[in-house]
């Protein structure tokens, strides 16, 4: 199997494995066929966007121990559904991604330009 890449185009570095994060749980924001969300965009939730993204119907703050989810808290990194930060976008309530930790399949949904206007400072 390849290895991944990123939408830089070099090596999809881990996104989170606390909590452990991407469609496969291997902590990167893999993708495949079966994958039909693409959870492809590595993000650091804020609490407005995990308010906004309740506010849809997916409550991602809310611990699920049965599913091994711990909830989420702003700063965590998660591999998101590529729909769901452009909407996200579209409503100004974005969170912060990590370009190198973004599957390159995101760009399938997403652009580049709106991807890299919300990258997180490479110090962070």
Avoid at 31 to 55: M, Q
Avoid at 65 to 72: A, C, I, K, R, Y
């Amino acid at each position: 199997m390849e290895p991944s890449v990123n939408v830089l185009g070099t090596p999809l570095q881990p996104c989170s494995t606390h909590p452990m994060t991407g469609f496969f749980r291997d902590g990167c924001c893999n993708t495949g066929p079966e994958d039909r969300g693409s959870h492809t965009v590595c993000v650091r939730v804020t609490a407005e966007f995990l308010a906004f993204s309740k506010y849809l119907g997916n409550d991602l703050s809310t611990p699920r121990p049965e599913f091994h989810f711990p909830g989420l808290k702003p700063g965590d990194r998660w591999c998101l559904c590529a729909a769901r930060f452009l909407q996200a976008a579209q409503e100004f309530a974005a969170p912060r991604v990590v370009l190198q930790a973004t599957h390159q399949r995101a760009l399938d949904i997403v652009p580049i330009e709106l991807l890299r206007a919300h990258a997180q400072p490479q110090d962070e």
